[in-house]
């Protein structure tokens, strides 16, 4: 866990990518298996102990540390994990008491503590613990990346707190954050999956395409992947896995016209990028990052069955559409369940409209031209049930002026602007210059009042960056439409979080209402009807796009000016 | 919280002694300023008369233009001090940086003390904090939060000089505070072993002039404005903070960004400050010296000036210690912690 921790610090300090890829590379190399394995995916966020979340640990460190002093804390350093980290009482500290007033009083011992004899029990299940060496013995060795791997694996939802306690015993600071972080997740050290495979690739100088599409094939600790990097062991053989393989990306056009003899265009849906990938009798559904989200869309799972693989966007059904593709909204309902109710089926179908063949029947199309494969994705469409999948049609337009009438024209919910694909382009991972752009609509604006603002987190915890704005309803009052953190450069946010502190009028916890006296120009993909607001709406990536000094807050818009806008 | 005393007001803009007609650390010019220490936060210029330590008049002399000789203004070395209305004033170490005094008001059989800023660990550069028992104990609580735990200095000094050894091409830039920062760091280098000359950003130099005069030995220190950029490979280069990620620094070999304050002890502050080395060294009380130092004066009352107060507030209450938080304004806790 030193190294690890070690790592993780010099990672959040260092900003150059090359001298990130440099670090992991040289950790790898120099870290034995599993350890490494669990690093590499703790540090791209493919780790998930369903028994430790963030409120486990608030509700641990509640047994040792006062919960208001928790919360200032909190609030200050702007993440539970680093929060606890510095927080956890170590033995001989000094006279800070930090401990609840209850416990001090003589009150039963806590759940927590209650446990602690089972703790080492649940942690002689987890294998790599059972050496039978004594309780102070064991708390005294140094933990490895895998022994805490190991034990939070293992851990059941009420033994999980006594676990991390014991694990946090074990540890200093800098270990104790690390652990946490490997635990929740959230690592925020900016190392990208994809940074991460080029340090592997660049650790064992291995191809990084081979590194990507091994990668999601092969379960952390990755021990095979690190056999074949070391020259140990042959390429693990993929045939028989539902492996992924890295989505092709685009860019945002910036030229100024593109010649549609080269280019194929198509609309650009809002619903989320999917592979969906049969083979060795499995059928998965990946997101673009590679996360299997198959359990969320069963539907879709079973009536999969070819051999084949397809690149689509995955999109909800809505009544009001007519049964066509639905906003991101509704398709919203769908995901991150892990249970999916017969109604949720019922009420927000969902299908994906295929853009893309990458194999069939055992046969790699990625190498092939845009073109060929379009044939034979024609040709394969209506091997699947129309019912869950269709096909993404190709733009007729008779130039790009055309294109750029019909972009500006499209009032589908659904659409988010128009793709572009050179059509002799194989299908490449990652984002190359030239072959795919993508060409969103222009956002919609309105002109908002700031309401409210909040602290954002991590970076920004120092900063007000949150901000809820509102428009006027008929009766002359001021209602929240939206929420924004983002749009406005470093320079603004400083001004902005000035702006807050100068004008607070109350303080409800960590939100400050401000005085109704400035206008937000804030830019939004889309607007819908929403209950969820008072306001009646919401809007799709909201962004600050401008701050209007200038303008008077009475100049702001109407809810009835935005609610012409919905779709 | 309690009634506020009848012969000592704390006002946004500082501590007013009605019966003396003094003000202690005022934010705004008046007739009489008490003064704990040098810092722009406590210090200002404008007043009628400044009553402080030789050493604070002399660091508002350099700073801020206060004529230190004028006979409206009064030095009192650590123990002394004066009487006024009926108040007796007396300056006792805080340990913050070189002059920082507490101020012990005595009036009608009841003790109050000012604490300024302060610190309880080893600074060569200062005297060390002293006790000084009061009915009314009034302090600063900037890391009054039980996240803030500085770690022992000389650790961090190992991890400066670790940082300079690691890589013989570049300069390790530190962003220290021009009054006490950086002397501190210098001094404790020094102490560490390290005798290699010191460059410094024009900023500090005259402060470091003032701590040298007043018999703190700084060792060989250059300024990187009349030193070639080859010359300050593998060396340590001190700069006031804002200097950090300014132009300025492209005049050094590939600067490796270390920042010397108690705020490092938060990543995500580290970050936000483009920090890449963070050196948790603070001149403020951490929460352990905070507490510690409460119960060691054990006061009837805590009042709490500026920081997190809310922390070391809820610490009273958790320990049944009576206390309350002054609001005062105009104190900038980012850049000297």
Not at chain 2, 88 to 96: E, V
């Amino acid at each position: 866990m030193r190294r690890f921790a070690a790592l993780i610090d010099r990672l959040v300090y260092t900003r150059s990518r090359n001298s990130k890829l440099a670090l992991i590379a040289d950790y790898l190399r120099h870290t034995p298996d599993p350890d490494r394995g669990w690093a590499i995916a703790a540090l791209t966020e493919s780790l998930d102990f369903p028994a430790v979340k963030a409120g486990t640990v608030r509700a641990l460190l509640a047994t040792r540390v006062d919960e208001e002093l928790f919360r200032l804390s909190r609030h200050f350093v702007g993440d539970t994990a680093e929060t606890a980290a510095l927080l956890w009482p170590e033995p001989n500290r000094g006279t800070g008491t930090i401990r609840a007033p209850e416990r001090r009083r003589g009150a039963p011992p806590s759940k927590v503590e209650a446990a602690t004899p089972a703790v080492l029990a649940s942690l002689e299940r987890a294998p790599r613990l059972r050496s039978g060496t004594r309780d102070s013995e064991w708390r005294q060795s140094p933990l490895s990346v895998s022994q805490a791997v190991d034990a939070l694996s293992a851990a059941s939802r009420s033994d999980a707190p006594a676990i991390l306690a014991s694990l946090l015993d074990r540890l200093d600071a800098d270990g104790r954050y690390a652990l946490l972080k490997l635990a929740l997740g959230g690592m925020s050290v900016g190392v990208s999956a994809r940074l991460a495979k080029q340090a592997f690739a660049q650790a064992f100088g291995v191809p990084v395409d081979d590194v990507e599409e091994l990668w999601h094939a092969i379960p952390p600790p990755f021990a095979p992947l690190f056999a074949w990097g070391e020259g140990r062991a042959e390429r693990p053989d993929l045939a028989d896995v539902a492996f992924f393989r890295p989505f092709m990306l685009a860019h945002p056009l910036e030229e100024e016209s593109i010649d549609l003899a080269d280019y194929a265009a198509e609309w650009k849906w809002d619903g989320i990028r999917v592979q969906i990938v049969h083979g060795g009798g499995e059928t998965r559904i990946y997101s673009r990052g590679g996360e299997e989200i198959g359990g969320a869309f069963p539907e879709l799972v079973a009536a999969f069955d070819q051999d084949a693989v397809i690149d689509g966007e995955l999109l909800v059904r809505g009544e009001a559409q007519g049964g066509e593709a639905a906003s991101f909204n509704a398709l919203q309902q769908r995901l991150g369940r892990k249970l999916v109710s017969k109604k949720m089926l019922a009420d927000y179908p969902a299908f994906v409209r295929v853009y893309d063949l990458l194999a069939v029947d055992g046969d790699d199309l990625r190498a092939l031209p845009w073109t060929e494969r379009r044939r034979q994705l024609e040709a394969f469409v209506p091997r699947l049930a129309d019912s869950h999948f269709d096909l993404s049609q190709i733009i007729d337009a008779r130039d790009f002026e055309d294109l750029a009438e019909r972009r500006a024209g499209a009032r589908d919910a659904a659409i988010e602007g128009v793709m572009l694909k050179r059509r002799d382009a194989p299908y490449v991972a990652g984002r190359r210059a030239g072959l795919w752009y993508k060409w969103k609509r222009d956002p919609l604006t309105a002109d908002c009042v700031m309401m409210y603002a909040q602290r954002g987190n991590g970076r920004r915890a120092s900063f007000y960056s949150d901000y809820t704005f509102g428009c006027w309803s008929d009766a002359g009052e001021l209602l929240p439409v939206g929420k924004a953190y983002s749009g406005f450069t470093d320079e603004e946010l400083k001004w902005l979080d000035k702006y807050v502190r100068d004008h607070t009028l109350n303080r409800f916890g960590p939100v400050r209402e401000v005085e109704k006296s400035l206008v937000l120009e804030v830019a939004f993909d889309s607007i819908h009807a929403s209950k969820r607001h008072k306001s009646g709406l919401a809007m799709r990536f909201p962004r600050i796009s401008r701050i209007r000094r200038d303008k008077p807050t009475e100049e702001a818009d109407h809810i009835a000016t935005l609610r012409g806008m919905v779709t | 919280m309690g009634k506020p005393r009848t012969w000592i007001e704390p006002h946004p803009s500082g501590i007013y002694v009605r019966p003396a007609d003094v003000w202690i650390d005022p934010s705004r010019p008046v007739a009489r300023a008490a003064v704990t220490h040098g810092h722009a936060d406590h210090a200002r210029s404008g007043h009628g008369a400044v009553y402080a330590t030789p050493e604070t008049l002399a660091i508002m002399a350099l700073r801020y233009g206060v004529d230190a000789e004028a006979s409206h203004n009064a030095a009192f070395p650590y123990g002394e001090g004066f009487e006024r209305g009926g108040v007796r004033f007396s300056f006792h170490p805080a340990g913050h940086v070189l002059g920082s005094a507490q101020i012990l008001m005595e009036y009608a059989g009841e003790r109050i003390v000012v604490t300024g800023d302060y610190k309880r660990r080893r600074d060569p550069t200062c005297a060390p904090f002293e006790v000084v028992p009061c009915d009314i104990f009034i302090t600063e609580a900037t890391f009054g939060l039980p996240v803030f735990r500085h770690p022992p200095t000389g650790d961090e000094i190992a991890k400066l000089i670790g940082a300079v050894r690691a890589e013989p091409d570049r300069s390790v830039l530190v962003g220290a505070y021009a009054l006490g920062k950086a002397q501190r760091v210098i001094a404790e280098l020094r102490g560490a072993g390290w005798e290699a000359p010191i460059y410094l950003h024009g900023a500090l130099e005259k402060m470091c002039n003032l701590y040298a005069l007043h018999g703190v030995d700084l060792g060989e220190l250059r300024l990187v404005s009349e030193a070639d950029k080859a010359e300050m490979a593998g060396q340590i280069v001190l700069a006031p903070p804002s200097a950090l990620n300014d132009r300025w620094s492209r005049r050094l070999p590939d600067p490796v960004t270390a920042m010397a304050s108690g705020w490092m002890r938060v990543r995500q502050r580290a970050r936000q400050r483009m920090v890449e080395l963070p050196l948790v060294i603070s001149d403020h009380a951490d929460w352990d010296e905070l507490t510690a130092t409460i119960i060691d004066v054990n006061p009837r009352e805590t009042w709490i000036t500026h920081g997190s107060e809310d922390g070391l507030l809820r610490w009273c209450e958790l320990t049944q210690r009576k206390a309350r938080a002054l609001h005062l304004v105009g104190r900038d806790l980012e850049e000297e912690a």
